[in-house]
């Protein structure tokens, strides 16, 4: 029996779970007031004090258990390959100072370290597995139609691989073998096209389809005139924060709007169903990246809670392969699970060289 930590930090909180093997033991979620995290600069000035609340959370609950391996989420790296990544001191130094961007997220490794270190067993390690900046990206899924832009691979690559492990087992099927299309929308977006294994396409939140938060792919046209109305800070405001339900309702509360809806409001209706038209021409576009060969296609995220929206894309994508759909996210266990397969021998840890 492997005995497996798990660190998930959030901006205002860090979700912590132990496992043995595949079986979650204990979880639980430590919350920040955002007013008291301002105080720090950096996210990296905020490692004592998560920290110091994870050890209270072991001393308290998980005594005298030596961890096998502790597993955090993977930060704002430059692209790398899925799967596990094992900490070391380069993936820490630039986590903490050369990060793609300032995220709680970048914290997962070296949160990870501390712990093993303190309450591991002696041949504990620890990981990162599956962080946000997983790519896998065919060549030809790179070009944007601008030499000035690079199409990249960002997108919620964790849950995706993990759900599309799942799907897989349920077909009977190992993932290394299925083509699955995987769509995740919740406060942002983003879709993956799996080819044996490998998820060679994506669909970043920017591009395609709303989410509660985002715009997705805005017509250009008109999006440059607002960059010419605006200033920087606004423009990312209103297509990364103020985009998709909130833009439409005031609210990211996808409930709110459902209650709308079954309150007889019009508008609601439309945008709701907008929002499954748009799910599924993704999926309909990642279906021509694997030539129409698909095992299945898998809603997940938030928005997958919603029948309304889930029996909308059903409609429209069923000719396409069977839907699965997968409410909210498995994060917790797909870290865990993934340091699992390392233990086990399953997988091959890779080894962080900053290029």
Do not use: W
């Amino acid at each position: 029996m492997k005995k497996i930590f798990v660190i998930n930090p959030g901006a205002t909180s860090t979700k912590v779970a132990y496992f043995e093997d595949e079986k979650q033991i204990f979880g639980t979620e430590l919350t920040y007031n955002i007013d008291d995290l301002k105080v720090f600069k950096t996210v990296f000035e905020q490692l004592d004090l998560r920290f110091k609340d994870i050890k209270n959370i072991i001393n308290t609950h998980l005594t005298n258990i030596n961890f096998d391996a502790v597993v955090g989420r993977g930060g704002l790296l430059p692209p790398v390959e899925a799967g596990a990544i094992e900490v070391n001191d380069e993936l820490i130094d630039c986590l903490k100072n050369r990060p793609i961007l300032e995220h709680a997220s970048n914290l997962g490794a070296a949160l990870a370290d501390k712990v093993a270190k303190e309450f591991g067993s002696i041949s504990a390690k620890s990981f990162i597995y599956d962080p946000v900046t997983v790519d896998q990206m065919d060549n030809i899924a790179r070009i944007s139609g601008s030499s000035l832009i690079e199409r990249s691979s960002t997108g919620h690559a964790l849950n995706m691989r993990a759900v599309a492990r799942t799907i897989a087992k349920t077909l009977n099927k190992p993932y290394e073998e299925s083509n699955i299309i995987v769509v995740h929308v919740g406060g942002g977006a983003s879709a993956s096209a799996h080819k044996k294994g490998r998820m060679i396409d994506v669909i970043s939140d920017d591009e395609v389809m709303f989410s509660s938060e985002r715009t997705g792919g805005i017509p250009l046209k008109q999006y440059i005139k607002l960059c010419y109305m605006y200033d920087k800070q606004t423009v990312t405001e209103l297509t990364r924060k103020k985009g998709g339900l909130v833009s439409y309702f005031g609210t990211n509360d996808a409930r709110k709007i459902h209650e709308l809806m079954n309150n007889g409001d019009e508008k609601a209706l439309l945008v709701l169903r907008a929002m499954a038209y748009q799910i599924a021409k993704a999926i309909g576009e990642l279906a021509t990246v694997l030539k129409g060969n698909v095992d299945a296609t898998v809603l997940t995220g938030g928005i997958a809670h919603s029948s309304f929206i889930a029996e909308e894309v059903h409609e429209r994508v069923k000719f396409i392969a069977p839907f699965f759909t997968v409410p909210g996210e498995k994060e917790m266990s797909a870290l865990a699970n993934g340091a699992l397969r390392v233990l086990n021998g399953e997988e091959t840890a890779q080894i962080f060289k900053e290029k």
